[in-house]
């Protein structure tokens, strides 16, 4: 069973171009995540949306927008795509709304990662 | 803002070479450590939490130990499978966010 899923796993294109990610979870979580991998492996959160919410909003460039159509999907819109955006993003969600009752602070569970290649 | 340092940034071990992994925090009040491990080409795979110091888990060779300051990940008797990424992450109090480690790279020998 595929828990968090991502779409491409690669994207290569051109500067300047407009291209999407999408994310989805089958975990009933409401909460998910983009995270952003650089070449230096580290993992850095850019959004978070609870029930399509917006609840964190990283200092990322306005070129990348997130969209929450339901709180099992979560995509990664990006605009004017530049070099510095070549990376692996990584979609992660997480909210057990049991564990939550419990006091216990929430697990993030990660999707496979697209790698965007910038030319 | 919070800070999480992993050292050693990499580490070769002889298979059944026990060793462990630090990760020093700065966080204005912990509401968890996580330990993951990375594959290359692979997201990160959920390992342990631990929510206050003192606290430890297992899993298999795995062994993860949390205090004030720093959590250690230790690897009993590794094996060429354990071979990974490991990054390690706090959460503050107050949000849902995230902060992780640069990882430690761990490769075992046969």
């Known amino acids: 069973d595929t828990a968090v899923s991502q779409t491409p796993k690669y994207l290569v294109t051109q500067m300047g171009n407009d291209k999407s990610i999408k994310c989805e979870q089958n975990l009933g979580h409401d909460t998910m995540y983009w995270y952003k991998q650089d070449s230096k492996k580290f993992l850095k959160i850019m959004f978070s949306?609870?029930?399509?919410?917006?609840?964190i909003n990283e200092t990322v460039p306005n070129r990348f927008s997130p969209k929450s159509p339901d709180k099992a999907h979560l995509n990664l819109h990006i605009n004017s795509l530049e070099l510095g955006d070549s990376a692996v993003y990584f979609c992660?969600?997480?909210?057990?709304?049991?564990?939550?009752?419990?006091?216990?602070?929430?697990?993030?569970?990660f999707g496979p990662g697209t790698r965007l290649t910038v030319l | 803002e919070d800070q999480v340092t992993q050292s050693p940034e990499a580490l070769r071990l002889q298979e059944g070479e026990s060793s462990s992994l630090n990760c020093s925090y700065t966080?204005?009040?912990?509401?968890?450590l996580f330990w993951y491990r990375q594959d290359p080409g692979k997201g990160p795979e959920f390992l342990f939490t631990?929510?206050?110091a003192g606290e430890e888990k297992e899993k298999e060779r795995l062994k993860a130990t949390l205090t004030k300051k720093e959590s250690f990940l230790h690897i009993t008797a590794p094996k060429p499978e354990d071979s990974a990424t490991y990054l390690c992450?706090?959460?503050?109090?107050?949000?849902?966010?995230?902060?992780f480690g640069g990882g430690t790279r761990v490769l075992v020998k046969p």
């Open positions: 631990l929510y206050s």
């Open positions: 966080v204005s009040g912990l509401r968890g």
């Open positions: 992660a969600s997480s909210y057990n709304r049991i564990l939550r009752l419990a006091g216990n602070t929430d697990t993030q569970y």
């Open positions: 992450a706090v959460r503050e109090a107050a949000g849902n966010k995230l902060t």
């Open positions: 949306y609870n029930n399509k919410e917006l609840i």
